[in-house]
Structures are given as structure tokens and as C-alpha cells.
């Protein structure tokens, strides 16, 4: 096997998950100042914050078709366009429309980028390295997040423009990005499928691994004619509803961790616990370092232990660590160190379980035929939760519920996730794509 090659092309898929995560985070150091310029209510605050994320839902509702309709590669190609366009006009908008408009065209490609890339990397990796492959996706994706972090709290103190500098730095990965794609081959999966080009996706296997090159193919070709001989071959026309449950429930719970209200919201959340600006700044980025090392370490687990190992450990540290700051903001009982203290721990947790699981996950239970669909369908969901919970987040904990019954409330939501861990997610790990959909097609929890 040519591990060398596909983990060349893997690390350049997965510079579309590093501008996910800068766009992703980039906000939480300007989004202070963004409110004070135009002087937004709460409302339209929470409007700015999570615009990026309703350009993201509509990324993803929509990214399966030119996925499927251009291909993995082409579709990456107008992704990284996107990006750059965002990231260039954000820093220099000088209205409060305009800036929206271009926050937008980033969410765009943020959510076509969680449908493609995970996606296109999975269809090129072999079983025994899948998990840790697309997995190096949400890796980038931590690793832009602690950028962004890094990066905001360098740049607070350049003036009153600051804001304006954190949101363009992404513009540099965004140009490297679009020049590394052209270096990619397109996924043989979609060849098949799509094309009917065998001699084209026969030769990229075998740039993979030439010894099972010929078999990998011909696998793919009998599911695919399997699919072909069955009516009905729609996303939702009835045969993958196993599939369909599992790709939302996973999204579902992603969220409403509250992942996201921390992401946007930490220097917030830290100001809360009495933290100065510049501390709250620092703290968040000790948030994105700590993301990033147990992604690393979720890296060198996820095909050793498998996708359901690493869900049932970080549930219960998810369940234990939001708890406890939920007693800190009821109690105010060591307030200023229990809540930094524990969203540290909880990122641990998170970026072990649900942050390196979801992308590999969903990526991996759907035929080819409708992968693009069902990729997009999940992606669609995690990015509808995501932008429900960052618009509503600032409400809920000023107005409405509370700091604490906020976080009580993530608490229970992971509570259910654990039931559904137990009760009703199936195992994937060393599996080729073809086998995994054959046995959930049989409605199986253990595919290995």
C-alpha cells in the first residue's frame, strides 16, 4: 500500500476541514468589537455571530448535488474559492450588510466542505486506515480552530481594526488550498458510479494499493450493480432508513453538547467567570490547544479501538464535566476555576469522541449511490443544530434559562446520547465501504 501517497492526498482534502475550523472560530475574537461598531442589539448580534452557520446549513443541504453532478474534486475547487472570497471581503467590509453578505459565502463553503471533504477522503482510503484518514479532516478542522484563537489573541492589540486582521488571515490558507487541488485525483468511487470510467478509478487504486487494486473495483462495481438491478435507489426511498436515523441522531448529538456555543462564545463565557479580556483571549486559545491534542490522540485510536469505544468514553466525561459547571454557575462555589478548569476537560472529551467520530461515521454508512445524499443530509443537521444553538445561546443564558440551566441542559442532551451509543450505533472500524453498506442493508449493530 502507497501510504505515502494517500496520506499526501488525505492532508490536502483536509486543508478544506483547517479553513472550516479559522471561519469556524475566527468570530469569538471579533465579534465584541463587531457588536460595539454597529451597535447591534441581541438579536442582530446573535444574527452576525451565527450567519456564517445559516450559509452553512445551506452549503450542506445543498453540497451533495454539485458533490455528486462535478465530482469530489471539482466541487473542493469552488470550496476553496469561497473561502478566499469570504475571508478577503469580511476584512474589509464597511457596513453591517456587506459584512453579513461575505460571512454567508463562508458558511457556503464551510458547509459544502463538511459533505465533500470527509466524504472524498473516505472514498480514497483503505479500511484499515479509514478511520484515522478522514479523521485527519476534523484534525485540520481543530487545528484552525486553535489558528484562529492563536491568531486573535496576536492580533488584539494592532488597533481598532484588529477585528479586521483576525477575520483575513484566513485568505493565506484559503490561496494554498486552491493551489494544492489540482495536485488531487478525483474519487474512484464516483468514476464508477458517475462515469462508468473503470480503467480511470482502476488506476487510482492502484496507486493506493496495486495488489488489491483489481478487487477493490470489482467490489465496487457489484455494489454498484446491485443498486442498479433495485428500484427505488433515493435517498429516501425506504431502503436506508437504518442509515438516514443514524447519520441524524449523530449530528443531532454533536450539538447539543453545546460545542458550538462554546467555540463562538468562550472569551464570554470566561469574562463570566470573572476573567479580564486579555485572560479570556488566552484562556480560549488554551480551549484550541487542548482540542487539538486529543484530536491527535483520537488520530492514533479510532481504527484501534473503533468509532463506538471512543463515543461511549467521552459521553460519560461530556455528562460528568457539563454537570459540574452547571453546579458552578447554580452555586457560584469555586466559581472563577471550575468552569475554566472543565471546559478544558470537556474539549478533551469532546475532540476524542463526538469531534472525531461524526465526519468518519457518517461518511462511512451510506452506499455510494447516495452517499453524497446522506453526507449532506447529516451535514445539513449538525449545521441546523449548530446555528439554532449559537443564535439562541446569548438569550438563553441572559435571558430565558440561565448560565446554569443552560449547561444542565447539554448535560441531559448527552445523557440521551449515551442511550443511543448503547442502544443503537453499530460499529465500523476495518470495514470496507461496500461491506459496511451490505450489512447495515441487513439492519446489523456489528459490523465487524
Same mark, same amino acid.
Given at each position: 500500500?502507497?501510504?505515502?501517497?494517500?496520506?499526501?492526498?488525505?492532508?490536502?482534502?483536509?486543508?478544506?476541514?483547517?479553513?472550516?475550523?479559522?471561519?469556524?472560530?475566527?468570530?469569538?475574537?471579533?465579534? &465584541?468589537?463587531?457588536?460595539?461598531?454597529?451597535?447591534?442589539?441581541?438579536?442582530?448580534?446573535?444574527?452576525?455571530?451565527?450567519?456564517?452557520?445559516?450559509?452553512?446549513?445551506?452549503?450542506?443541504?445543498?453540497?451533495?448535488?454539485?458533490?455528486?453532478?462535478?465530482?469530489?474534486?471539482?466541487?473542493?475547487?469552488?470550496?476553496?474559492?469561497?473561502?478566499?472570497?469570504?475571508?478577503?471581503?469580511?476584512?474589509?467590509?464597511?457596513?453591517?450588510?456587506?459584512?453579513?453578505?461575505?460571512?454567508?459565502?463562508?458558511?457556503?463553503?464551510?458547509?459544502?466542505?463538511?459533505?465533500?471533504?470527509?466524504?472524498?477522503?473516505?472514498?480514497?482510503?483503505?479500511?484499515?486506515?479509514?478511520?484515522?484518514?478522514?479523521?485527519?479532516?476534523?484534525?485540520?478542522?481543530?487545528?484552525?480552530?486553535?489558528?484562529?484563537?492563536?491568531?486573535?489573541?496576536?492580533? &488584539?492589540?494592532?488597533?481598532?481594526?484588529?477585528?479586521?486582521?483576525?477575520?483575513?488571515?484566513?485568505?493565506?490558507?484559503?490561496?494554498?488550498?486552491?493551489?494544492?487541488?489540482?495536485?488531487?485525483?478525483?474519487?474512484?468511487?464516483?468514476?464508477?458510479?458517475?462515469?462508468?470510467?473503470?480503467?480511470?478509478?482502476?488506476?487510482?487504486?492502484?496507486?493506493?494499493?496495486?495488489?488489491?487494486?483489481?478487487?477493490?473495483?470489482?467490489?465496487?462495481?457489484?455494489?454498484?450493480?446491485?443498486?442498479?438491478?433495485?428500484?427505488?435507489?433515493?435517498?429516501?426511498?425506504?431502503?436506508?432508513?437504518?442509515?438516514?436515523?443514524?447519520?441524524?441522531?449523530?449530528?443531532?448529538?454533536? &450539538?447539543?453538547?453545546?460545542?458550538?456555543?462554546?467555540?463562538?462564545?468562550?472569551?464570554?463565557?470566561?469574562?463570566?467567570?470573572?476573567?479580564?479580556?486579555?485572560?479570556?483571549?488566552?484562556?480560549?486559545?488554551?480551549?484550541?490547544?487542548?482540542?487539538?491534542?486529543?484530536?491527535?490522540?483520537?488520530?492514533?485510536?479510532?481504527?484501534?479501538?473503533?468509532?463506538?469505544?471512543?463515543?461511549?468514553?467521552?459521553?460519560?466525561?461530556?455528562?460528568?464535566?457539563?454537570?459540574?459547571?452547571?453546579?458552578?454557575?447554580?452555586?457560584?462555589?469555586?466559581?472563577?476555576?471550575?468552569?475554566?478548569?472543565?471546559?478544558?476537560?470537556?474539549?478533551?472529551?469532546?475532540?476524542?469522541?463526538?469531534?472525531?467520530?461524526?465526519?468518519?461515521?457518517?461518511?462511512?454508512?451510506?452506499?455510494?449511490?447516495?452517499?453524497?445524499?446522506? &453526507?449532506?443530509?447529516?451535514?445539513?443537521?449538525?449545521?441546523?443544530?449548530?446555528?439554532?444553538?449559537?443564535?439562541?445561546?446569548?438569550?438563553?443564558?441572559?435571558?430565558?434559562?440561565?448560565?446554569?440551566?443552560?449547561?444542565?441542559?447539554?448535560?441531559?442532551?448527552?445523557?440521551?446520547?449515551?442511550?443511543?451509543?448503547?442502544?443503537?450505533?453499530?460499529?465500523?472500524?476495518?470495514?470496507?465501504?461496500?461491506?459496511?453498506?451490505?450489512?447495515?442493508?441487513?439492519?446489523?449493530?456489528?459490523?465487524?
Amino acid at each position: 500500500m502507497n501510504t505515502r501517497t494517500i496520506f499526501t492526498w488525505s492532508i490536502v482534502i483536509a486543508l478544506g476541514g483547517l479553513l472550516f475550523g479559522i471561519d469556524t472560530a475566527v468570530i469569538s475574537g471579533a465579534e &465584541q468589537d463587531i457588536q460595539k461598531l454597529w451597535n447591534l442589539n441581541l438579536i442582530e448580534h446573535g444574527f452576525t455571530v451565527s450567519i456564517a452557520l445559516i450559509g452553512t446549513v445551506i452549503g450542506a443541504l445543498f453540497g451533495g448535488w454539485p458533490t455528486d453532478a462535478l465530482g469530489r474534486k471539482k466541487t473542493l475547487l469552488w470550496i476553496a474559492v469561497l473561502y478566499l472570497v469570504s475571508a478577503i471581503g469580511s476584512a474589509v467590509a464597511t457596513d453591517w450588510y456587506t459584512f453579513l453578505f461575505f460571512r454567508f459565502i463562508g458558511g457556503l463553503g464551510v458547509g459544502c466542505s463538511s459533505v465533500t471533504a470527509p466524504m472524498y477522503i473516505g472514498e480514497l482510503a483503505p479500511a484499515s486506515h479509514r478511520g484515522r484518514l478522514v479523521v485527519m479532516f476534523q484534525f485540520n478542522i481543530v487545528f484552525g480552530i486553535l489558528i484562529a484563537y492563536m491568531s486573535n489573541y496576536l492580533l &488584539q492589540g494592532v488597533g481598532e481594526n484588529a477585528w479586521r486582521w483576525m477575520l483575513g488571515v484566513e485568505a493565506f490558507p484559503a490561496a494554498l488550498f486552491l493551489a494544492l487541488i489540482f495536485m488531487l485525483p478525483e474519487s474512484p468511487r464516483w468514476l464508477v458510479v458517475r462515469r462508468g470510467a473503470a480503467d480511470q478509478a482502476r488506476e487510482i487504486l492502484r496507486r493506493v494499493n496495486p495488489a488489491t487494486a483489481d478487487e477493490e473495483l470489482h467490489n465496487i462495481q457489484s455494489a454498484h450493480q446491485r443498486h442498479a438491478s433495485l428500484s427505488g435507489s433515493k435517498l429516501f426511498s425506504g431502503k436506508y432508513s437504518l442509515p438516514i436515523m443514524l447519520a441524524i441522531l449523530m449530528a443531532f448529538f454533536n &450539538q447539543v453538547s453545546g460545542i458550538n456555543a462554546i467555540i463562538y462564545y468562550a472569551p464570554r463565557i470566561f469574562e463570566l467567570t470573572g476573567l479580564g479580556k486579555d485572560s479570556a483571549l488566552l484562556s480560549t486559545a488554551g480551549l484550541g490547544l487542548v482540542n487539538f491534542i486529543f484530536t491527535l490522540v483520537a488520530v492514533n485510536f479510532i481504527d484501534r479501538y473503533g468509532r463506538r469505544t471512543l463515543m461511549l468514553v467521552g459521553t460519560f466525561g461530556l455528562i460528568a464535566t457539563l454537570s459540574i459547571v452547571a453546579y458552578a454557575f447554580y452555586s457560584q462555589n469555586f466559581f472563577g476555576y471550575l468552569v475554566p478548569i472543565c471546559l478544558f476537560v470537556y474539549i478533551a472529551f469532546f475532540a476524542f469522541s463526538q469531534g472525531a467520530v461524526i465526519w468518519v461515521f457518517i461518511s462511512e454508512i451510506f452506499p455510494t449511490e447516495v452517499r453524497a445524499s446522506g &453526507q449532506a443530509l447529516g451535514s445539513f443537521t449538525h449545521w441546523l443544530m449548530a446555528t439554532v444553538i449559537a443564535f439562541t445561546f446569548p438569550y438563553l443564558t441572559e435571558e430565558l434559562l440561565g448560565e446554569g440551566n443552560t449547561f444542565l441542559l447539554f448535560a441531559v442532551m448527552m445523557v440521551l446520547q449515551l442511550i443511543f451509543v448503547l442502544r443503537v450505533m453499530p460499529e465500523t472500524k476495518g470495514t470496507s465501504l461496500e461491506k459496511v453498506e451490505q450489512v447495515l442493508a441487513d439492519d446489523k449493530r456489528e459490523v465487524v
